[in-house]
């Protein structure tokens, strides 16, 4: 049971254009979300998070949109770099004191020169 | 700062073998969880530490443990390895484990022959 999805694999954006990532999740007790960015052989990489008391949150040339009736989240990069090419990640995580992430599958980004 | 640091980076087993793998946090950080990824399951929380505590356990057998060390530096074993437990071992670390960011380490690329 997939709880957090990441339905498209792959994703490729023309530089300097806008990348649009999507995430839907299932489970109503999820109230935080990031973004993970990840590159081949290294660990993932914090790039954005929002609360559930918010809907959208921005951070340079990152904003990440949260839909909580649709429960869906958006991650747009804009502009988008050829340096942004790497695997995005969503996770959410639930109320409580132990911050357990469940994370999607993932999307290949690939912004073209 | 100092980031989340792992070892060994990478480490080939045999069938039947156990292993050990390191995590030291980022200073402050209290709390350590350990993912595991694989291509075909993605990212799949393990266990999470704080305070020398075992604090939430996701859906692993029995072979995988871990604990904490006061210094809140981790450590995670593996027991009579399989061909399947052959993956990229990931730690990642937060300020409390609640409403806090997890930071990754590079993790640990784990062979199991």
């Known amino acids: 049971d997939q709880q957090v999805k990441q339905n498209s694999p792959s994703l490729s954006v023309q530089e300097g254009r806008i990348s649009i990532l999507n995430c839907d999740y299932t489970n109503s007790m999820f109230d935080y979300f990031l973004w993970y960015k990840k590159y081949p052989a290294e660990g993932p990489t914090f790039l954005i998070s929002?609360?559930?008391?918010?809907d959208k949150n921005e951070d340079g040339r990152f904003t990440v949109f949260l839909n909580k009736s649709a429960k869906h989240l958006s991650l747009h990069i804009v502009p988008s770099q050829p340096g942004d090419s790497a695997v995005y990640f969503c996770a959410a995580s639930g109320a409580g004191s132990a911050r357990q992430l469940t994370f999607g599958s993932g999307t290949q980004l690939t912004v073209l020169p | 700062k100092a980031g989340v640091t792992q070892t060994p980076r990478y480490l080939i087993k045999t069938r039947g073998q156990q292993v050990t793998l390191s995590c030291s946090p980022i200073?402050?950080?209290?709390?350590v969880s350990w993912y595991q990824q694989t291509p075909g399951q993605g990212l799949q929380f393990l266990f999470e530490y704080f305070s020398e505590t075992q604090r939430n356990k996701g859906n692993f057998p029995g072979r995988f443990s871990g604990r904490q060390f006061s210094n809140s530096r981790s450590e995670m074993n593996v027991s009579t390895l399989e061909l399947g437990d052959s993956a990229l071992y990931l730690c990642?670390?937060?300020?409390?484990?609640?409403?806090?960011?997890?930071?990754f380490g590079p993790g640990t690329r784990l062979l199991v022959l």
């Open positions: 200073s402050g950080h209290r709390s």
């Open positions: 929002i609360s559930s008391i918010k």
């Open positions: 990642a670390s937060s300020l409390t484990g609640a409403d806090s960011t997890q930071y």
